[in-house]
């Protein structure tokens, strides 16, 4: 302990001669508190008990009078009733032989009495039946306030909710969400803010009446949905299921909730996209050589898909009615890639996905999704390398099956030149014969 006090005298000293007032004021400060606790804080509880006794008390005092003050006025009432009998009775006291005047008088005003007690009980029978009255107006309107809230309830139902969003300067999309707040589908980009509120009742019309549902499943075995219209447009598109039960059920929710979700006249602020510049890309470097494909899909369109060398599939358009026209569409997506048209964005689980679009940003086709931004780049930077090198490919395998000329003339081809080696050998062995 010596040591102690002698560390903290030195400390103390070698202090400045500020510094050892803010000590000496803190220590003041310590002291007072320990004071105010120790003889502040008993002597104020003791008041605050004071005082409490004193309310009870003086709460207590007028409840006694307001008992006593009925009590009071009831005997007023006899008294009155009393004393005009006494009066009567009064005057026929000098005479002293008529006895039976004054028992007829006195029958009489113990009638009078009797009348008189007889009212009072029946007042206060009214008086008492009235305060039960008083007690069933208010159960009656209990009832029917009870009465009224289930049709509150019947109009406030859960429905959805649209809102639209703004991405950037001149990007606006309409997103629908659940009642529990959940995100069912993205709109396209619209310029301005009054055309995505406009497309909101063509989304409507289109999901309830003459839209089409499109369900795709991507490399990772999860499914999403698409909208188009019936031009094959694409309208927007759906979140990621695990299977392919809960995309239809998601399907058929959105067509329910749509019709009669509610239009959010606030406008939100949405999730940006996320930063990214191509690379510059160099055609004489470029070595790996990927292919391209043009491919019936299930529901008979031809959409052109680009794999890598080893199989992999990168990217696929979105599906037109015709061949040329998906020929079409691998020009456009060499070009818009080359030139790094991307954009990535998020889904509803925090992944991320990148869509390739034209100048008038409409998107030509959607990549897959993952779990890292710099996946989804690397992803982006091989898709544009193998997409402006790599050719279509134009085996038989991969002809569509409409193209049912080419498939004829082939066969034909083959057989006559066939039947001519076949004439050829016949020949050159009957000439060896004779020799």
Same mark, same amino acid.
């Given at each position: 302990?010596?040591?102690?006090?002698? /560390?903290?005298?030195?400390?103390?000293?070698?202090?400045?001669?500020?510094? $050892? &007032?803010?000590?000496?004021?803190?220590?003041?400060?310590?002291?007072?508190?320990?004071?105010?606790?120790?003889?502040?804080?008993? &002597?104020?509880?003791?008041?605050?008990?004071?005082?409490?006794?004193?309310?009870?008390?003086?709460?207590? *005092?007028?409840?006694?009078?307001?008992?006593?003050?009925?009590?009071?006025?009831?005997?007023?009432?006899?008294?009155?009733?009393?004393?005009?009998?006494?009066?009567?009775?009064?005057?026929?006291?000098?005479?002293?032989?008529?006895?039976?005047?004054?028992?007829?008088?006195?029958?009489?005003?113990?009638?009078?009495?009797?009348?008189?007690?007889?009212?009072?009980?029946?007042?206060?029978?009214?008086?008492?039946?009235?305060?039960?009255?008083?007690?069933?107006?208010? =159960?009656?309107?209990?009832?029917?306030?009870?009465?009224? $809230?289930?049709?509150?309830?019947?109009?406030?139902?859960? %429905?959805?909710?649209?809102?639209?969003?703004?991405?950037?300067?001149?990007?606006?999309?309409?997103?629908?969400?659940? /009642?529990?707040?959940?995100?069912?589908?993205?709109?396209? &980009?619209?310029?301005?803010?009054?055309?995505?509120?406009?497309?909101?009742?063509?989304?409507?019309?289109?999901?309830?009446?003459?839209?089409?549902?499109?369900?795709?499943?991507?490399?990772?075995?999860?499914?999403?949905?698409?909208?188009?219209?019936?031009? #094959?447009?694409?309208?927007?598109?759906?979140?990621?299921?695990?299977?392919?039960? $809960?995309?239809?059920?998601?399907?058929?929710?959105?067509?329910?909730?749509?019709?009669?979700?509610?239009?959010?006249?606030?406008?939100?602020?949405?999730?940006?996209?996320?930063?990214?510049?191509?690379?510059?890309?160099? *055609?004489?470097?470029?070595?790996?050589?990927?292919?391209?494909?043009?491919?019936? =899909?299930?529901?008979?369109?031809? /959409?052109?898909?680009?794999?890598?060398?080893?199989?992999?599939?990168?990217?696929?358009?979105?599906?037109?009615?015709?061949?040329?026209?998906?020929?079409?569409? &691998?020009? %456009?997506?060499?070009?818009?890639?080359?030139?790094?048209?991307?954009?990535?964005?998020?889904? *509803?689980?925090?992944?991320?996905?990148?869509?390739?679009?034209?100048?008038?940003?409409?998107?030509?086709?959607?990549?897959?999704?993952?779990?890292?931004?710099?996946?989804?780049?690397?992803?982006?930077?091989?898709?544009?390398?193998?997409?402006?090198?790599?050719?279509?490919?134009?085996?038989?395998?991969?002809?569509?099956?409409?193209?049912?000329?080419?498939?004829?003339?082939?066969?034909? =081809?083959?057989?006559?030149?066939?039947? #001519?080696?076949?004439?050829?050998?016949?020949?050159?062995? =009957?000439?060896?014969?004779? *020799?």
């Amino acid at each position: 302990m010596d040591k102690l006090i002698n /560390s903290v005298k030195d400390w103390f000293n070698g202090l400045d001669a500020t510094m $050892q &007032i803010v000590c000496y004021a803190c220590l003041g400060v310590v002291v007072l508190l320990l004071l105010f606790l120790c003889i502040g804080l008993p &002597i104020i509880k003791s008041k605050k008990r004071k005082a409490k006794k004193q309310a009870e008390t003086t709460a207590y *005092k007028p409840k006694e009078k307001k008992e006593e003050k009925p009590a009071e006025v009831k005997p007023v009432e006899e008294k009155t009733v009393e004393k005009e009998p006494q009066k009567k009775t009064e005057q026929p006291k000098p005479v002293a032989k008529k006895t039976v005047k004054p028992t007829a008088k006195k029958e009489e005003t113990v009638k009078a009495e009797v009348k008189a007690e007889k009212p009072t009980p029946k007042k206060a029978e009214h008086k008492e039946t009235a305060p039960v009255k008083a007690e069933k107006k208010p =159960t009656a309107s209990a009832t029917t306030k009870t009465a009224k $809230q289930p049709k509150k309830t019947e109009s406030s139902k859960p %429905s959805g909710k649209w809102t639209v969003e703004i991405k950037s300067a001149d990007e606006f999309m309409a997103k629908l969400y659940a /009642s529990n707040g959940e995100e069912m589908l993205t709109s396209e &980009i619209y310029t301005t803010e009054d055309g995505a509120r406009n497309g909101i009742a063509t989304l409507v019309k289109n999901i309830t009446e003459t839209g089409d549902f499109l369900i795709y499943e991507d490399k990772r075995k999860n499914y999403y949905y698409k909208l188009k219209n019936k031009n #094959n447009r694409l309208l927007c598109v759906g979140e990621i299921y695990k299977t392919k039960d $809960q995309c239809l059920k998601a399907v058929e929710s959105v067509k329910r909730i749509a019709q009669n979700a509610t239009i959010e006249q606030e406008l939100v602020k949405g999730d940006e996209y996320a930063p990214y510049k191509p690379d510059v890309l160099d *055609k004489k470097a470029i070595k790996t050589v990927g292919k391209w494909k043009i491919e019936l =899909t299930d529901d008979k369109k031809y /959409s052109a898909k680009l794999y890598a060398n080893n199989g992999q599939l990168m990217l696929a358009t979105e599906g037109v009615a015709s061949r040329d026209t998906a020929v079409d569409a &691998i020009e %456009s997506v060499k070009k818009n890639s080359f030139d790094g048209n991307f954009i990535i964005d998020r889904d *509803k689980f925090g992944r991320f996905y990148y869509k390739l679009r034209n100048a008038k940003k409409s998107v030509l086709c959607i990549g897959e999704s993952y779990d890292t931004v710099d996946g989804c780049k690397n992803a982006i930077e091989s898709v544009r390398r193998n997409a402006f090198v790599s050719e279509l490919s134009e085996d038989l395998k991969d002809q569509p099956k409409s193209d049912e000329k080419a498939a004829k003339t082939a066969p034909k =081809t083959a057989t006559k030149s066939t039947a #001519n080696k076949t004439q050829k050998t016949a020949v050159k062995s =009957t000439s060896k014969a004779k *020799k």
